[in-house]
């Protein structure tokens, strides 16, 4: 396994009491694999991954757990190890690359000093290997474009640029943040195509963390669902999306608007909205919000296998797991 | 293009031939709008999609006046209102309102919801002349709290303390406060968590059904667009591409950037056969935007009349119009 994540918690000082923002998170991340982390605002996704990358610069915010990567444990590591980890074997690209980007150099010479912070090669050799990256990443013409400043590229030219350097040297993982958001949807099919080619072109394994239930369905092998800073359901993606185990999974797909089949008269919605984490209830934290809660959600469900999904609930253990959802045929 | 809208009985909001255009220095144009006619029935839901800087926020806001177009006319309920002097249009503006995409923008932060709420009932006169009173106000202001699904208590608070979704019910509620009968939606859910989307969208669903509301719903996802809409308008660099049914455009797309648009929507379903090539390259500058069909550039069946002979929109049998030399549907 390239990554594995065990209990990951990340706790941030709120109100003078260190409150888990992120709350026992594990799981693992195989060599050529997308797994996506999906939910809504505040489950804590963005956190899990600056968790993984070291970059919570919180004051007095404590991150436990185990976060291995090859075998190498990366919580506690010291700042200088984490900096040459950073860039060269774990990547990062954001929803918005203008903050990757500084806008007073061009966009070539950006990748090229990234490729020479990590490695000892000539100016020349780096700018041919910025190109060929560039053009990689789908750039038309991409000598002009690296030849350009940030704010002269289209938001598509800009996140593939962005995508470059993450990829300039190599690194094994890759942790896309919402990479996509800020894009409109034929862009964004571009972007998700060429992530979906990195694995095979690059041999990059890649965790993207998103809020879009679209887009993990056509991106990522695994997917993890996570709920105010837990981890509420995880699984293969296609067995997830066919049959959710979780009622969280299940009204969330709900919830989102059909764009093929019958139009449905109102859409099913989930009633309140999630709980700050310093409110979390004690056992299960979308009870409120669930329509199976029962007594039994009182104590917080631990996460256990059905099937070949892992499901924090406990209405599988009572034998009533959730039906299959079901789902319009598309037209053609 | 001076295509005078077909559709009758007479619509309570029309445009025609709108544009827009914008000096950006160097003695360039940007061009918004670039004629733009369509119509809205009374009790309608006209959805307006397609990508950043199509121009679709600018016709929302050209409809209602909140912008003044540079040319081309807007008739609402009979009363051109393109040039109507202010004083003139301010009675009109009660029956026209907008909601928008930041709820939290939209809202004063220091003033309390109940304020917020009633401000245009003290600022617009009772429809038979003479202000409202305070009971009056107070009354109207419980009656909106209902309607929208915010407690009564909600009035004594401020914006801060609502979650994007309550906020959202709030800057409806205000909206709402004059009765108005059009009501232009600026992707007001976009900005929202998908389980409390559905929430708004089935209020806005419900409103239209309660008051007889009539809806311009501006949004770039398709699929929320398809739920709420009766018709739908596509448009491409400041012009629309295909207009009809909701169904009919969305389902059998005629357009290929209709086309191209809905099999770009990641939908939450794992497909067993491969995905649909995405469409090339980005949406060119509307500064300069391509000769011919404005979409030729990036179009999977463009032929060599697609390059120089622009398309206008033309009606089809269903019933629809598209701006295609080659429709992707029967002729």
Request: proline share 9%; hydrophobic share 40%.
């Amino acid at each position: 396994m390239l990554l594995v994540v065990r209990d990951l918690t990340v706790a941030l000082p709120i109100g003078g009491r260190l409150v888990p923002i992120v709350e026992s998170v594990s799981f693992t991340l195989g060599a050529r694999e997308i797994l996506g982390i999906v939910g809504e605002s505040g489950s804590g996704k963005s956190m899990t991954s600056l968790a993984i990358m070291g970059l919570i610069d919180v004051p007095g915010a404590r991150v436990s757990g185990s976060v291995r990567f090859r075998g190498r444990e990366l919580v506690g590591l010291a700042p200088r190890a984490y900096r040459a980890l950073r860039g060269r074997e774990i990547a990062m690209i954001f929803q918005d690359p203008m903050t990757a980007f500084t806008p007073v150099y061009t966009v070539g010479r950006q990748i090229d000093e990234q490729i020479r912070v990590h490695q000892k090669i000539s100016r020349a050799d780096a700018r041919s290997r910025t190109v060929r990256l560039l053009g990689d990443m789908g750039v038309p013409d991409p000598e002009r474009v690296a030849g350009r400043y940030p704010h002269q590229l289209s938001g598509g030219l800009r996140q593939r640029a962005m995508i470059a350097m993450a990829l300039s040297c190599n690194p094994a993982l890759l942790i896309a943040d919402e990479p996509t958001t800020a894009l409109d949807v034929t862009v964004q099919a571009q972007i998700l195509d060429l992530l979906r080619g990195l694995r095979r072109e690059y041999g990059s394994s890649v965790l993207l963390i998103t809020h879009d239930m679209g887009v993990v369905a056509e991106t990522c092998d695994r997917t993890l669902v996570l709920y105010s800073g837990l981890v509420a359901e995880r699984g293969p993606t296609g067995a997830l999306f066919a049959q959710p185990g979780h009622p969280y999974t299940a009204a969330l797909l709900d919830s989102i608007p059909p764009l093929h089949g019958p139009r449905p008269a109102r859409l099913p919605s989930i009633p309140g909205s999630p709980p700050v984490p310093a409110e979390r209830p004690a056992g299960c934290p979308f009870a409120p919000r669930c329509a199976y809660a029962h007594e039994a959600c009182a104590v917080r469900p631990a996460l256990v296998a059905s099937g070949v999904q892992d499901i924090a609930c406990v209405l599988p253990a009572e034998g009533r797991p959730l039906p299959p959802r079901f789902v319009a045929e598309m037209s053609a | 293009m001076t295509r005078l809208p077909v559709d009758s009985p007479a619509p309570l909001i029309a445009a025609q031939d709108l544009r827009m255009t914008y000096r950006v220095g160097r003695g360039q144009v940007l061009r918004a709008l670039d004629g733009v006619s369509l119509s809205v029935q009374r009790g309608e839901v006209l959805g307006l999609v397609g990508e950043s800087g199509c121009g679709k926020s600018t016709l929302g806001r050209c409809l209602l006046r909140l912008v003044q177009p540079s040319g081309g006319r807007v008739v609402f309920d009979g009363t051109d209102i393109t040039t109507l002097p202010e004083r003139r249009l301010r009675p009109l503006r009660q029956e026209m309102q907008m909601v928008f995409q930041d709820s939290y923008a939209a809202l004063n932060p220091r003033r309390r919801v109940g304020d917020l709420v009633a401000e245009p009932l003290r600022v617009h006169p009772a429809p038979g002349g003479g202000w409202r009173s305070r009971a009056d106000i107070a009354a109207r202001l419980a009656e909106l709290m209902d309607l929208v699904g915010l407690p009564q208590a909600a009035l004594a608070r401020y914006p801060h303390e609502f979650s994007g979704g309550q906020r959202q019910r709030i800057n409806i509620a205000r909206a709402l406060a004059l009765s108005p009968r059009l009501v232009v939606a600026d992707e007001p859910v976009a900005a929202l968590d998908v389980s409390i989307q559905a929430q708004i969208v089935n209020l806005f669903m419900d409103l239209r059904d309660r008051l007889g509301l009539t809806y311009v719903f501006v949004a770039h996802d398709l699929a929320v667009v398809r739920q709420i809409s009766t018709r739908v308008a596509v448009m491409y660099l400041g012009a629309i591409v295909e207009l009809g049914e909701a169904d009919a455009v969305l389902h059998r797309p005629a357009h290929p950037y209709t086309a191209a648009l809905i099999a770009a929507v990641p939908e939450p379903v794992v497909r067993t056969e491969g995905l649909p090539p995405p469409l090339r390259g980005d949406v060119p500058s509307p500064i300069a935007p391509p000769p011919g069909c404005r979409f030729h550039t990036r179009c999977p069946v463009a032929r060599d009349r697609c390059r120089v002979d622009p398309p206008t929109l033309r009606g089809l049998p269903d019933g629809r119009e598209v701006a295609c030399h080659y429709p992707l549907v029967e002729t």
